[in-house]
């Protein structure tokens, strides 16, 4: 069965994730330990015990979800290794964030070169959501079309088109006001505003790909060992320029996950299995195609389900 590993992205964060099963597991443990390494504070406090409103500052969220959803994969890997079993996939995808989260998983880059670019790329978005003055709604049951022509009539952006009937739209404050009502107007079941700190993928969001791209450029990157499947494409970055130029175009472009999984499902990718805080991803999936296998691995009941499924 074709394999594809899944990677949340921001949004997904909750106090206490990783806490149980660095706990029960050495490899997952580590994972942690390296992260406050290389960062020099303890990140696994943060996504331990936070408190929220340290957890969810964008500098914060970002590297924990990161560090959270590799423990998750090398927990998955130690429990099929004391079998004798090696986890098999083909192909990485990630939402945003979790972008370069796919890369370390598909051995593009380390794991420290990978927490080290979350954790600028999370600063870098902070001080560009400080800077503007944005937000982002998510707009429900509404034609694409139909969408896009709203968004251009208010000034705001389509930033994620995640799955059937659930886009999130981004821009300044009042032009997603503006559209929200336009929205509702033109058919959309709800258009409710999202409580984030800023006007993610979209132009508000320029100021960051400056410093990504410098720390980007200094970054070793190799050919991914498995198809990792871009946000901004919606198909797999083949070589290391791509990778970087990919990524920095992510931060203000459309995230086109649906799209995504749909390559996915054209290749004949039959199992996914996401990896990280929540299982947002794995909702998506069962709106975009719900006859396919579809596994979560956040916690140690689900990292036992999954491993014995496998």
Same mark, same amino acid.
């Given at each position: 069965?074709?394999?594809? #590993?899944?990677?949340?992205?921001?949004?997904?964060?909750?106090?206490?994730?990783?806490?149980?099963?660095?706990?029960?597991?050495?490899?997952?443990?580590?994972?942690?330990?390296?992260?406050?390494?290389?960062?020099?504070?303890?990140?696994?406090?943060?996504?331990?015990?936070?408190?929220?409103?340290?957890?969810?500052?964008?500098?914060?969220?970002?590297?924990?979800?990161?560090?959270?959803?590799?423990?998750?994969?090398?927990?998955?890997?130690?429990? #099929?290794?004391?079998?004798?079993?090696?986890?098999?996939?083909?192909?990485?995808?990630?939402?945003? #964030?979790?972008?370069?989260?796919?890369?370390?998983?598909?051995?593009?880059?380390?794991?420290?070169?990978?927490?080290?670019?979350?954790?600028?790329?999370?600063?870098?978005?902070?001080?560009?959501?400080?800077?503007?003055?944005?937000?982002?709604?998510?707009?429900?049951?509404?034609?694409?079309?139909?969408?896009?022509?709203?968004?251009?009539?208010?000034?705001?952006?389509?930033?994620?088109?995640?799955?059937?009937?659930?886009?999130?739209?981004?821009?300044?404050?009042?032009?997603?006001?503006?559209?929200?009502?336009?929205?509702?107007?033109?058919?959309?079941?709800?258009?409710?505003?999202?409580?984030?700190?800023?006007?993610?993928?979209?132009?508000?969001?320029?100021?960051?790909?400056?410093? #990504?791209?410098?720390?980007?450029?200094?970054?070793?990157?190799?050919?991914?060992?498995?198809?990792?499947?871009?946000?901004?494409?919606?198909?797999?970055?083949?070589?290391?320029?791509?990778?970087?130029?990919?990524?920095?175009?992510?931060?203000?472009?459309?995230?086109?996950?649906?799209?995504?999984?749909?390559?996915?499902?054209?290749?004949?990718?039959?199992?996914?299995?996401?990896?990280?805080?929540?299982?947002?991803?794995?909702?998506?999936?069962?709106?975009?195609?719900?006859?396919?296998?579809?596994?979560?691995?956040?916690?140690?009941?689900?990292?036992?389900?999954?491993?014995?499924?496998?």
């Amino acid at each position: 069965m074709k394999t594809a #590993l899944l990677f949340a992205g921001q949004g997904a964060q909750v106090v206490g994730m990783g806490k149980k099963l660095a706990a029960a597991s050495p490899a997952a443990r580590q994972v942690f330990e390296r992260a406050n390494a290389v960062l020099g504070y303890d990140l696994a406090r943060i996504c331990f015990d936070g408190p929220e409103a340290e957890l969810t500052k964008t500098d914060n969220a970002q590297p924990a979800i990161f560090a959270t959803s590799i423990a998750c994969l090398e927990a998955l890997r130690a429990e #099929l290794g004391k079998q004798g079993r090696s986890l098999e996939f083909t192909a990485t995808a990630g939402l945003s #964030l979790g972008e370069f989260t796919a890369h370390v998983a598909a051995g593009t880059m380390s794991f420290e070169d990978g927490l080290k670019l979350v954790r600028l790329r999370g600063q870098a978005m902070q001080a560009a959501c400080e800077a503007t003055a944005g937000t982002m709604a998510a707009v429900m049951n509404l034609d694409e079309a139909v969408c896009a022509e709203v968004c251009k009539e208010s000034g705001a952006e389509v930033a994620n088109l995640n799955c059937p009937g659930q886009i999130v739209i981004s821009g300044e404050k009042t032009a997603i006001a503006a559209a929200c009502e336009k929205a509702k107007a033109r058919g959309a079941k709800r258009a409710l505003p999202l409580n984030v700190a800023g006007a993610y993928h979209s132009r508000l969001m320029a100021n960051a790909q400056a410093p #990504l791209a410098n720390a980007l450029a200094g970054t070793t990157l190799v050919t991914p060992k498995v198809m990792v499947v871009s946000n901004v494409t919606a198909k797999p970055a083949a070589t290391p320029e791509e990778v970087r130029d990919l990524l920095v175009r992510q931060v203000v472009s459309s995230v086109y996950w649906d799209a995504s999984m749909r390559w996915l499902l054209a290749q004949g990718f039959q199992r996914f299995i996401e990896l990280g805080p929540g299982t947002v991803l794995a909702g998506f999936m069962k709106r975009i195609d719900s006859s396919v296998q579809v596994l979560s691995v956040n916690d140690c009941a689900s990292l036992a389900a999954v491993t014995a499924r496998l």
